[in-house]
């Protein structure tokens, strides 16, 4: 969240050394590869910690953003059939849709779900709309600042 994100990816790198199979390292690696615009590598470790995590929600939703933002919209799209087939039988938090919708560029969309995870009271949702890097390009948007005035976290 402090945006440190060479001194980020040495610690996760660290942890995925000590250990290998512990897929919230993949996963928050694959946040701070993204966030600095090295897609490659963060759609590998997303696909690591979906594959060590056995397709959580959570890994798929930011999967399928880095696939939208490299381009791969099929891919993207692909994903979010198979969250919303998911949500049918069981509980898929918001922000999965949301990380995707906003990697394709549907921030209406994405906002949306990002509405709908501060009414389901999604903890990651709600504990990363005020500082999330991946946010920031919605942080302008009328819609997200109200939100943010939603959740009393400012502007």
């Given at each position: 969240m402090?945006?440190e994100y060479?001194l ?7 942890v995925?050394?000590l ?10 690696l694959s ?7 090295q897609l ?12 060590l ?9 930011f999967l ?9 919209a ?21 922000f ?33 709309l ?10 302008s ?8 005035r939603?959740?009393?976290l400012?502007?």
């Amino acid at each position: 969240m402090s945006r440190e994100y060479d001194l980020a990816i040495a610690q996760y790198l660290r942890v995925i050394e000590l250990d290998p199979d512990y897929y919230p390292a993949h996963w928050l690696l694959s946040l701070t590869y993204a966030e600095k615009g090295q897609l490659d590598q963060a759609i590998a470790a997303a696909e690591k910690s979906s594959e060590l995590s056995e397709r959580i929600s959570a890994a798929l939703g930011f999967l399928g953003r880095y696939y939208a933002m490299a381009g791969r919209a099929a891919e993207a799209r692909q994903l979010l059939e198979e969250l919303e087939a998911r949500r049918r039988v069981t509980y898929v938090p918001p922000f999965s849709f949301a990380a995707i919708d906003c990697g394709l560029g549907e921030l209406d969309k994405g906002l949306e779900w990002m509405a709908r995870g501060i009414e389901e009271r999604d903890p990651v949702n709600v504990c990363a709309l005020k500082s999330e890097p991946a946010y920031d390009a919605l942080r302008s948007h009328a819609t997200y600042q109200a939100l943010l005035r939603k959740m009393n976290l400012g502007t």
